[in-house]
């Protein structure tokens, strides 16, 4: 028999041993990852030396599908289509394949293989590509399809074509697909978008002037200075000069137009007025209106057709609203922003003030489903409140059991543990394509207990019939965040909803211009902050801990909200866009003006979507922490000018219904 002390011994040894051994394994794993990363990067700045170099070390590397790839993406140009389709095989059915399918297809477009690109692209699975699509189309027109009113469509942002789509355009005018007017239309585009190379490819088809056209967008005071030109492409620069111009001075862009307007075509005239039109709407300057007639009948870009129905929501007239939303792209006629509006532009016309008939209940009831913010003013609008929907079983060990054993979660989860979230979030969601709605809750509970919410809310958010509130509205850290909101009088759901939409509760989000956190707070924010309530050891690194985030993200927004009188939706907007700018954005309302119509109306994209989808979280949230239905138009409410009074708004009509 063998004593306790020599088991004891023994055993310690083992152990000893074993955790060793674990060690040893943990710090080749950390120098793999390591090496891993190193090999991304020196793909990423084409250094074909470093990537055979860092890829020779990770022969037993536990995602070797991602080495293989960067090999072949390092020198994807000489690289030889069996070699391509070897790795299609060999790991066959991974989001990588499709990766690398989509790098090829780019290069066969370039290489003009349309042979082998035909037989490729019906294989690329997300399709998500712009040039791609581009090069696509190409490959039809040039067997002798008809592809232009689907290549119009498609080319409506020139900052992402790239050669593929400035090669279709030139296709399609080539073989009489495209007129002149598609070019001059993709010329104006490119002032809009402030593409110089798109203007110049652009102007070299219709064998203009292309310095010219190349001033028009970077140096338009002077392209304006040299005067209008003569011949439709020189009026057309001309035009794409005036709407630059009007971005810096739509005084002196006006004076332009009209100074030029002689020796203009009608429809020249209305075109630059639609772009001073364009650039006025983003100021919310009274004189919008007037330049927005001016440019009637005008042929409008995607960007003027809605700012043109926007300014017409903040003048309450719905008639015009109606009519722009019925003249514009199919496309786009059919998004929910435009469905919404359409049906509440009904209401108005037809002097509803209640519940909603006819064409306008039909529209609201076909986006009523949607769990957003139009779905849920939609369904006010049919009569019902916004409420949680009853979830079904509670997920069980055993369906989460095939989820956690998935080589394509395995994968997300150890790119989300180097911080590698790009990579994490395609293989997770690859791995979703193809489950049922229970398997995506499974799912959102394995995110859940991997602390990835990010990933449990985005996956939950797919399913339609099978719900759970609390996966797609999760409120963690409330041990921090109860105190905190309770002591400065602030709505928790408010919170729990700006925070949703910040960071999706991802640790240690980091935002492209610096803001961290939870609540992404700037470095200089948190500093500030930290000096008004009296916290004298403030450190950047305290943003990433989870109090001190939450106590000075808390405390920043509760300023804010007394910058803007108590009001939640300016109070979003300022903490997104910041107060300067709201205080512009407000300083342009003479009374008060319905929420929906202010916010719609925001004038940078990012801001306005924020503010829908904070306003539409924070509803959900008070449902949830309430118990009870909820009215997120109530929570929006009016806003009104800095110090408009009570008896100001009783002799003032708000903006109509």
Same mark, same amino acid.
């Given at each position: 028999?063998?004593?306790?002390?020599?088991?004891?011994?023994?055993?310690?040894?083992?152990?000893?041993?074993?955790?060793?051994?674990?060690?040893?394994?943990?710090?080749?794993?950390?120098?793999?990852?390591?090496?891993?990363?190193?090999?991304?990067?020196?793909?990423?700045?084409?250094?074909?030396?470093?990537?055979?170099?860092?890829?020779?070390?990770?022969?037993?590397?536990?995602?070797?599908?991602?080495?293989?790839?960067?090999?072949?993406?390092?020198?994807?140009?000489?690289?030889?289509?069996?070699?391509?389709?070897?790795?299609?095989?060999?790991?066959?059915?991974?989001?990588?394949?499709?990766?690398?399918?989509?790098?090829?297809?780019?290069?066969?477009?370039?290489?003009?293989?349309?042979?082998?690109?035909?037989?490729?692209?019906?294989?690329?699975?997300?399709?998500?590509?712009?040039?791609?699509?581009?090069?696509?189309?190409?490959?039809?027109?040039?067997?002798?399809?008809?592809?232009?009113?689907?290549?119009?469509?498609?080319?409506?942002?020139?900052?992402?074509?790239?050669?593929?789509?400035?090669?279709?355009?030139?296709?399609?005018?080539?073989?009489?697909?495209?007129?002149?007017?598609?070019?001059?239309?993709?010329?104006?585009?490119?002032?809009?978008?402030?593409?110089?190379?798109?203007?110049?490819?652009?102007?070299?088809?219709?064998?203009?002037?292309?310095?010219?056209?190349?001033?028009?967008?970077?140096?338009?005071?002077?392209?304006?200075?040299?005067?209008?030109?003569?011949?439709?492409?020189?009026?057309?620069?001309?035009?794409?000069?005036?709407?630059?111009?009007?971005?810096?001075?739509?005084?002196?862009?006006?004076?332009?137009?009209?100074? +030029?307007?002689?020796?203009? =075509? @009608?429809? *020249?005239?209305?075109?630059?007025? !639609?772009?001073?039109?364009? $650039?006025?709407?983003?100021?919310?300057?009274?004189?919008?209106?007037?330049?927005?007639?001016?440019?009637?009948?005008?042929?409008?870009?995607?960007?003027?057709?809605?700012?043109?129905?926007?300014?017409?929501?903040?003048?309450?007239?719905?008639?015009?609203?109606?009519?722009?939303?019925?003249?514009?792209?199919?496309?786009?006629?059919?998004?929910?922003?435009?469905?919404?509006?359409?049906?509440?532009?009904?209401?108005?016309?037809?002097?509803?003030?209640?519940?909603?008939?006819?064409?306008?209940?039909?529209?609201?009831?076909?986006?009523?489903?949607?769990?957003?913010?139009?779905?849920?003013?939609?369904?006010?609008?049919?009569?019902?409140?916004?409420?949680?929907?009853? +979830?079904?079983?509670?997920? =069980? @060990?055993? *369906?989460?059991?095939?989820?956690? !054993?998935?080589?394509?979660? $395995?994968?997300?989860?150890?790119?989300?543990?180097?911080?590698?979230?790009?990579?994490?979030?395609?293989?997770?969601?690859?791995?979703?394509?193809?489950?049922?709605?229970?398997?995506?809750?499974?799912?959102?509970?394995?995110?859940?207990?991997?602390?990835?919410?990010?990933?449990?809310?985005?996956?939950?958010?797919?399913?339609?019939?099978?719900?759970?509130?609390?996966?797609?509205?999760?409120?963690?850290?409330?041990?921090?965040?109860?105190?905190?909101?309770?002591?400065?009088?602030?709505?928790?759901?408010?919170?729990?909803?700006?925070?949703?939409?910040?960071?999706?509760?991802?640790?240690?989000?980091?935002?492209?211009?610096?803001?961290?956190?939870?609540?992404?707070?700037?470095?200089?924010?948190?500093?500030?902050?930290?000096?008004?309530?009296?916290?004298?050891?403030?450190?950047?690194?305290?943003?990433?801990?989870?109090?001190?985030?939450?106590?000075?993200?808390?405390?920043?927004?509760?300023?804010?909200?007394?910058?803007?009188?108590?009001?939640?939706?300016?109070?979003?907007?300022?903490?997104?866009?910041?107060?300067?700018?709201?205080?512009?954005?407000?300083?342009?309302?003479?009374?008060?003006?319905?929420?929906?119509?202010?916010?719609?109306?925001?004038?940078?994209?990012?801001?306005?979507?924020?503010?829908?989808?904070?306003?539409?979280?924070?509803?959900?949230?008070?449902?949830?922490?309430?118990?009870?239905?909820?009215?997120?138009?109530?929570?929006?409410?009016?806003?009104?000018?800095?110090?408009?009074?009570?008896?100001?708004?009783?002799?003032?009509?708000?903006?109509?219904?």
């Amino acid at each position: 028999m063998i004593s306790a002390s020599k088991w004891i011994a023994g055993a310690l040894v083992v152990a000893f041993t074993t955790f060793a051994h674990a060690d040893d394994i943990s710090a080749d794993s950390r120098r793999d990852d390591d090496s891993f990363l190193l090999l991304r990067d020196a793909v990423r700045q084409d250094d074909a030396s470093k990537v055979d170099f860092y890829a020779a070390r990770l022969t037993s590397y536990s995602i070797p599908s991602y080495v293989d790839y960067y090999r072949l993406k390092s020198r994807l140009k000489d690289v030889t289509a069996p070699e391509i389709r070897d790795f299609f095989q060999r790991y066959q059915g991974q989001a990588i394949v499709d990766r690398l399918r989509n790098d090829w297809l780019l290069e066969l477009g370039r290489k003009r293989d349309w042979a082998t690109f035909d037989e490729q692209y019906p294989l690329f699975v997300l399709n998500d590509d712009t040039q791609v699509k581009c090069y696509a189309l190409i490959s039809r027109a040039l067997k002798g399809q008809k592809v232009a009113d689907e290549a119009r469509a498609l080319l409506t942002a020139p900052s992402v074509y790239g050669q593929p789509c400035a090669d279709l355009i030139a296709t399609l005018y080539q073989n009489g697909q495209f007129t002149t007017d598609d070019l001059y239309a993709q010329l104006r585009l490119s002032g809009e978008h402030n593409a110089t190379g798109q203007a110049r490819r652009i102007v070299a088809l219709l064998d203009g002037p292309e310095k010219k056209a190349v001033q028009a967008v970077d140096l338009p005071t002077l392209a304006v200075a040299k005067g209008i030109g003569a011949g439709k492409v020189e009026h057309q620069i001309y035009i794409v000069a005036i709407g630059r111009l009007a971005k810096t001075s739509t005084k002196l862009a006006v004076l332009a137009l009209n100074k +030029a307007s002689p020796k203009m =075509t @009608p429809q *020249e005239q209305q075109q630059g007025w !639609a772009a001073i039109a364009l $650039q006025s709407s983003y100021t919310l300057a009274p004189e919008t209106t007037d330049y927005w007639k001016r440019a009637n009948g005008a042929p409008l870009s995607i960007d003027q057709i809605q700012w043109k129905t926007r300014i017409a929501l903040r003048n309450g007239d719905w008639r015009q609203v109606e009519n722009n939303i019925r003249a514009m792209p199919a496309s786009l006629r059919s998004e929910q922003t435009w469905v919404y509006w359409l049906a509440r532009a009904l209401m108005a016309r037809d002097g509803v003030t209640s519940q909603p008939t006819g064409e306008a209940l039909q529209l609201f009831r076909s986006i009523s489903d949607q769990s957003n913010y139009y779905g849920q003013l939609a369904l006010e609008e049919s009569g019902k409140l916004i409420t949680i929907p009853a +979830a079904g079983a509670p997920i =069980t @060990p055993a *369906e989460i059991a095939p989820i956690a !054993a998935n080589p394509n979660f $395995q994968r997300a989860l150890k790119f989300f543990n180097m911080r590698l979230r790009f990579e994490g979030t395609r293989e997770w969601n690859w791995g979703l394509r193809g489950l049922s709605e229970r398997e995506h809750l499974a799912a959102a509970e394995y995110a859940r207990q991997n602390n990835i919410l990010d990933r449990m809310v985005n996956t939950s958010e797919r399913t339609r019939i099978q719900v759970d509130y609390t996966q797609r509205f999760p409120s963690p850290h409330n041990d921090v965040m109860h105190p905190a909101t309770q002591t400065l009088g602030l709505d928790k759901a408010w919170v729990y909803g700006l925070i949703r939409q910040e960071s999706r509760f991802i640790m240690d989000a980091q935002s492209h211009v610096g803001a961290s956190g939870l609540m992404q707070v700037m470095p200089s924010t948190g500093r500030w902050v930290a000096k008004k309530i009296g916290l004298t050891d403030f450190a950047q690194e305290m943003l990433s801990d989870v109090r001190y985030n939450i106590m000075l993200g808390t405390n920043y927004l509760n300023m804010v909200l007394g910058n803007m009188d108590g009001n939640e939706v300016l109070a979003t907007a300022a903490y997104n866009a910041g107060p300067g700018r709201l205080r512009t954005w407000r300083a342009t309302l003479t009374k008060p003006m319905d929420s929906t119509v202010f916010i719609e109306s925001i004038p940078y994209v990012e801001t306005r979507t924020y503010v829908k989808n904070v306003m539409s979280n924070s509803t959900y949230y008070a449902a949830l922490f309430e118990g009870r239905p909820q009215s997120l138009k109530a929570r929006l409410g009016t806003v009104a000018p800095k110090g408009y009074t009570e008896a100001e708004e009783q002799e003032t009509s708000f903006v109509p219904r």
